[in-house]
């Protein structure tokens, strides 16, 4: 099968699928309290049946890892139905989810038997309440550390823990976090604070540099680079010298990666994105619901991802201010 390359030459292999634009948390970053909250009607709102058979499109096409995102994706209701849907596809390589943990404690062991392979925890500090200030929330953070638990009891490895780190807010926990990881063996990734959606107040000094971070956490724990496993790898990965596991940055405003970039994304409501940083989508809801044929919609997404040039992260200084771009709760991580 040709491989399908937009115009920079960059191959699609990623699908990352919004299963729900509602979430129970009001992450500071993602959706702040100053925006507001307009969710999809229900009736726009892709079935499963419809993710299904978009995702089989997209294996055809060549992609071969999907991860499940949201909003919050263990709001939608029977979530491990949709898992075992996706995991049966014929030449699907690999099935993630990524997960503000907070109700993965009731649904880790079925998601699991259900066919996911992986799971991402979204977790931005230990401290209860920085937590709760950062994520919006009435919950404690107890919730999502018995969340990552019952992962690990039903046999998630590697479980991979995302932590935004934002000036004056959590940097504090870097290094607790470096340590709470490299002692149960979860794999960390801190990921610097982006302008995503343009309605989160983004500010370039509220950036905590990958550069400063691997310095906090080197000054502690000796470190060193590890070489990339696959071209378009986004965490640039280090290893702790004395053996005791890894962990990632993700520098999308110092280090752009949009070089190697094979992500596409659909959203809960069915619009087609080439870029995290999208204004406008593809709507193949209505395709969908007047009849289309499969190849009508791989001929859609092949056209839409072989105009595809977005390269935001590396030209991020030329296009702000930012313009009305599509909501996180939206477009999924």
Same mark, same amino acid.
């Given at each position: 099968?040709?491989? @399908?390359?937009?115009?920079?030459?960059?191959?699609?292999?990623?699908?990352?699928?919004?299963?729900?634009?509602?979430?129970?948390?009001?992450?500071?970053?993602?959706?702040?309290?100053?925006?507001? =909250?307009?969710?999809?009607?229900? &009736?726009?709102?892709?079935? $499963?049946?419809?993710?299904?058979?978009?995702?089989?499109?997209? /294996?055809?096409?060549g992609v071969?890892?999907?991860?499940?995102?949201?909003? #919050?994706? @263990? /709001?939608?209701? #029977?979530?491990? #139905?949709?898992?075992?849907?996706?995991?049966?596809?014929?030449?699907?390589?690999?099935?993630?989810?990524?997960?503000?943990?907070?109700?993965?404690?009731?649904?880790?062991?079925?998601?699991?038997?259900?066919? @996911?392979?992986?799971?991402?925890?979204?977790?931005? *500090?230990?401290?209860?309440?920085?937590?709760?200030?950062?994520?919006?929330? &009435?919950?404690? /953070?107890?919730?999502?550390?018995?969340?990552?638990?019952?992962?690990?009891?039903?046999?998630?490895?590697?479980?991979?823990?995302?932590?935004? =780190?934002?000036?004056?807010?959590?940097?504090?926990?870097?290094?607790?976090?470096?340590?709470?990881?490299?002692?149960?063996?979860?794999?960390?990734?801190?990921?610097?604070?982006? &302008? =995503?959606?343009?309605?989160?107040?983004?500010?370039?000094?509220?950036?905590?540099?990958?550069?400063?971070?691997?310095?906090?956490?080197? *000054?502690?724990?000796?470190?060193?680079?590890?070489?990339?496993? =696959?071209?378009?790898?986004?965490?640039?990965? $280090?290893?702790? #010298?004395?053996g005791a596991?890894?962990?990632?940055?993700?520098? *999308?405003?110092?280090?752009?990666?949009?070089?190697d970039c094979?992500?596409?994304?659909?959203? *809960?409501?069915?619009?087609?994105?080439?870029?995290?940083?999208?204004?406008?989508?593809?709507?193949?809801?209505?395709?969908?619901?007047?009849?289309?044929?499969?190849?009508?919609?791989?001929?859609?997404?092949?056209?839409?991802?072989?105009?595809?040039?977005?390269?935001?992260?590396?030209?991020?200084?030329?296009?702000?201010?930012?313009?009305?771009?599509?909501?996180?709760?939206?477009?999924?991580?």
């Amino acid at each position: 099968m040709n491989v @399908l390359s937009d115009r920079l030459g960059r191959p699609l292999r990623d699908l990352r699928i919004s299963v729900t634009d509602r979430c129970n948390f009001r992450c500071t970053y993602c959706l702040p309290p100053t925006q507001p =909250v307009r969710y999809r009607p229900q &009736d726009r709102i892709l079935s $499963f049946e419809e993710i299904e058979r978009v995702a089989r499109v997209f /294996v055809g096409l060549g992609v071969r890892k999907i991860r499940l995102t949201g909003g #919050e994706p @263990l /709001v939608r209701h #029977e979530l491990p #139905e949709l898992v075992g849907r996706l995991a049966a596809l014929p030449g699907l390589g690999d099935l993630g989810l990524t997960t503000n943990g907070s109700l993965l404690a009731a649904q880790a062991s079925q998601l699991r038997e259900a066919g @996911l392979r992986r799971v991402t925890v979204s977790l931005d *500090a230990l401290d209860d309440r920085t937590f709760r200030s950062l994520a919006g929330t &009435d919950r404690p /953070v107890a919730a999502v550390l018995a969340g990552i638990d019952a992962a690990m009891r039903a046999g998630f490895a590697p479980i991979k823990l995302n932590m935004v =780190v934002l000036r004056g807010v959590n940097e504090g926990e870097i290094i607790p976090m470096a340590r709470f990881a490299r002692e149960r063996g979860l794999t960390l990734r801190f990921i610097e604070y982006m &302008d =995503v959606g343009g309605g989160n107040g983004w500010c370039r000094q509220d950036v905590v540099e990958a550069g400063e971070i691997l310095a906090r956490v080197g *000054a502690e724990l000796p470190i060193q680079p590890i070489l990339p496993r =696959v071209a378009g790898e986004v965490a640039e990965r $280090f290893s702790y #010298e004395d053996g005791a596991g890894e962990f990632g940055v993700i520098a *999308a405003v110092t280090r752009p990666f949009c070089v190697d970039c094979s992500r596409m994304r659909l959203t *809960a409501d069915g619009e087609l994105y080439t870029c995290l940083f999208g204004v406008s989508g593809v709507d193949l809801r209505s395709l969908l619901r007047s009849g289309a044929t499969d190849d009508d919609l791989a001929s859609v997404i092949a056209s839409t991802w072989r105009s595809r040039d977005d390269r935001y992260s590396q030209r991020r200084s030329e296009l702000l201010p930012a313009t009305a771009r599509v909501a996180m709760t939206v477009i999924g991580g």
